[in-house]
């Protein structure tokens, strides 16, 4: 049921990406227009619009990688088949993961504390708008890796029971 929640969110969030990356493309290209055309004014905007939109981009795209189980996962071994050693496998890339998501959490904090006292240069914009994206890309890891080993465990108990 969790799961169903947590997949529907994810999918919002590539939805989301998508919009964000066919709006990365505007001042990407308006920046790009303006150095070679004379006749069009440069807007020196367009580039922390362009990063603040990258920054945000990176940050939900690694959520929704933790959720898909493709980010931070480098195997060193060959996949296990058997159930005890594919859940340690499993155990040890989530683990892993609600770690460095609970040190994004809360460093995250303090950093983006840190980010709502300064300003951007030219658009004078907050940078906890950059900033807040690292607090919450961890909690989602946190959480999603979480799920995910407890997911590991419950198939671990069903192979083990069903094989005894």
Not at 115 to 133: D, E, F, P
Request: glycine share 10%; hydrophobic share 55%; charged share 10%.
């Amino acid at each position: 049921m969790l799961g169903n929640y947590l997949d529907t969110f994810c999918k919002g969030l590539r939805i989301l990406l998508g919009v964000m990356m066919g709006a990365l493309a505007i001042p990407v290209a308006m920046q790009v227009v303006s150095r070679y055309t004379p006749l069009i004014p440069t807007y020196l905007w367009t580039e922390e619009v362009a990063t603040f939109l990258f920054v945000w981009i990176v940050m939900i795209g690694s959520i929704v990688a933790v959720w898909d189980g493709t980010h931070f996962d480098v195997r060193i071994t060959p996949d296990a088949v058997r159930p005890l050693p594919k859940l340690l496998q499993d155990s040890v890339v989530h683990i892993g993961i609600m770690i460095f998501g609970a040190m994004f959490l809360i460093y995250g904090i303090e950093y983006a504390a840190f980010g709502g006292n300064q300003r951007s240069v030219m658009m004078r914009a907050n940078l906890m708008i950059t900033h807040i994206s690292v607090p919450i890309a961890g909690g989602f890891w946190l959480l999603f890796a979480g799920y995910r080993l407890f997911q590991a465990i419950a198939q671990y108990l069903t192979r083990k029971n069903g094989q005894s």
